[in-house]
């Protein structure tokens, strides 16, 4: 399974953004619950949640500061 694409993030609305990274983090929670019991089959999918969750937060702060930069511009 190939890592995704940051384009796919970005296509993302603010709401859905919002979702889809609490949705990365509760999956980080259950893959470190598994590896602690032993029961994690596929150890490659913490890189692959590690790198959305990384780019979720990325297209986040990049529209938390565009909208921090367009009220400065116009005073």
Same mark, same amino acid.
């Given at each position: 399974? $190939? =890592?995704?694409?940051?384009?796919?993030? %970005?296509? *993302?609305?603010?709401?859905?953004?919002?979702?889809?990274? *609490? !949705? +990365?983090? #509760?999956?980080?929670?259950? =893959? @470190?619950? &598994?590896?602690?019991? @032993?029961? =994690?089959?596929? $150890? /490659?999918?913490? @890189? /692959?949640?590690? /790198? #959305?969750?990384? &780019? =979720? *937060?990325? +297209?986040?702060?990049?529209?938390? %500061?565009?909208?921090?930069?367009? $009220?400065? !511009?116009?005073?």
């Amino acid at each position: 399974m $190939p =890592l995704p694409k940051i384009s796919q993030a %970005r296509e *993302l609305s603010d709401d859905k953004l919002s979702e889809e990274i *609490l !949705a +990365v983090k #509760r999956q980080l929670f259950q =893959l @470190r619950l &598994q590896k602690a019991t @032993r029961q =994690l089959d596929k $150890p /490659h999918q913490f @890189r /692959h949640a590690k /790198h #959305r969750l990384a &780019q =979720l *937060l990325t +297209v986040e702060g990049e529209r938390k %500061r565009a909208a921090n930069q367009t $009220p400065q !511009a116009e005073e």
